[in-house]
């Protein structure tokens, strides 16, 4: 995994589209790990998310130059882009011993993965967040997803928290399973 020519850049209102269509590959690509999202049923969700980002400048999307670009007198047109990252200082409540910002939803289009866009895009997000006054940075990835665990790592990133999930299908209201076993010891 090299350097790679892609250029990483704020997203645009033109980019919408095609990120919102990335983040549903994304998570429905997710669900082989575990990921309860479903993917196509939160598209507008994920929209709103996207422009209220580009509104901010917390999203930014990795492109390079279409080889055959039409110009409209104002120079070439981009290509769409091949990857996005979503970022932010975490707001809350809470007072912390740091300022810490967030990445998420990195995401690079399978047929360039493993060209360095990944690691282009994450390396922009954590400039961004640092200008932006955080002092450390945080990312969540799917217990069961090993590749993106391994890429996370390679940059630097340690497991902090670890989520316990449990599915509580087969269990009623009063913690038996639907069966009737359980236990009934008071």
């Known amino acids: 995994m090299g350097e790679t ?10 980019d919408v589209d095609a990120v919102v269509d990335m983040w549903v590959t994304l998570a429905a690509g997710q669900r082989e790990h575990g990921a309860t999202l479903r993917a196509e049923a939160n598209r507008a969700a994920v929209r709103e998310w996207v422009a209220q980002s580009v509104v901010t400048g ?26 996005f ?7 809350g409540d809470y007072e912390r011993d740091a300022v810490r910002g967030t990445v998420s939803n990195l995401f690079v289009v399978p047929e360039r993965r493993g060209e360095g ?17 955080a002092d450390r940075v945080a990312l969540e990835a799917l217990a069961d997803n090993d590749r993106a665990r391994a890429f996370y ?22 913690g038996r399973s639907d069966d009737g076993s359980g236990d009934e010891s008071d």
Request: hydrophobic share 40%.
């Open 5 to 14: 020519d892609a250029r990483i850049e704020p997203a645009t209102a033109d």
């Open 58 to 83: 917390e999203l930014l999307v990795a492109r390079e130059p279409a080889p055959d670009a039409e110009t409209d007198g104002s120079g070439d047109r981009d290509a769409d882009p091949v990857g």
């Open 85 to 91: 990252v979503g970022f932010s200082l975490e707001r």
């Open 117 to 133: 866009i990944g690691a282009a895009l994450l390396d922009a997000a954590e400039r961004a967040l640092a200008e932006a006054g």
């Open 153 to 174: 790592a390679e940059h630097g990133y340690d497991s902090h928290r670890v989520e316990l999930t449990k599915s509580l299908s087969g269990v009623n209201g009063d």
